[in-house]
């Protein structure tokens, strides 16, 4: 009568792992959209995965459950215990950030996008930002805004963004990145100008961030800034 419990903790685990193995690429290839892939096939994957867990634990605290065989069991544990992790370390992350998903380093005068008309969402977002990232701010660099341009831009294409927009002369460029496991794609537009003193050989650079779908970025954006501000330098 429960020698079910032992391949049911074992089916249930490994469909776990799939849904998890599958969320993002399903997502990415258009397979289904980015809330089933995301709020439904991801998140879930914890769930049943939870649910194996606490089967194969009934399987082997049953003796004569465990009498057919513990390897079975053990590994639906492993796996039951393991694939939750992500997910629930995603909830954490976007818990520990504001809901938000359109990072700059110049909330005053965000940079604006060559190719597409996107709206700045204004105060709130500009004060939750400031309150989460507070280190977030304009770069400066030891360059003529023309010499400037061509950093940033070689920057952006190491970072592996697609380039989708450059113009030299107004010192602005824009670029798209990827994510690598759902592929949601985030726009980001970049500004050179003089720094405020007027000097010749100095510039300030001002990045923007801003992901696509969603309203929460988990953190993503700030993360992008950091990682090019660190490539500049």
Do not use: C
Not at 40 to 45: C, D, E, I, K, L
Not at 80 to 87: E, F, T
Not at 150 to 170: C, S, T
């Amino acid at each position: 009568m429960i020698g079910w419990l032992r391949p049911l903790a074992l089916v249930l685990a490994l469909s776990a792992l799939a849904m998890l193995a599958l969320s993002g690429p399903g997502v990415r290839f258009g397979i289904w959209s980015y809330r089933f892939g995301l709020l439904t096939v991801f998140a879930w994957s914890a769930y049943v995965a939870i649910a194996a867990a606490l089967i194969a634990a009934l399987a082997l605290a049953i003796p004569s459950a465990r009498a057919r065989g513990a390897l079975m069991p053990m590994l639906a544990l492993v796996v039951g215990l393991a694939v939750p992790y992500v997910p629930l370390q995603f909830r954490s992350q976007a818990r520990a950030v504001p809901p938000i998903n359109d990072i700059t380093t110049d909330t005053e005068n965000p940079p604006r996008y060559m190719t597409q008309q996107r709206a700045y969402p204004g105060v709130e977002f500009a004060r939750q930002q400031r309150a989460a990232y507070p280190d977030i701010g304009p770069l400066l660099l030891a360059l003529p805004p023309a010499a400037a341009f061509k950093k940033v831009l070689a920057a952006a294409e190491a970072m592996g963004w697609e380039v989708v927009g450059a113009d030299a002369a107004a010192g602005t460029l824009e670029a798209v990145d990827t994510t690598k496991f759902f592929g949601f794609k985030d726009d980001i537009a970049i500004r050179v100008t003089p720094t405020a003193d007027g000097s010749p050989n100095h510039s300030r650079v001002d990045i923007r961030s801003k992901s696509r779908v969603g309203r929460s970025d988990i953190g993503t954006n700030a993360r992008r800034i950091r990682a090019y501000a660190e490539r500049l330098k």
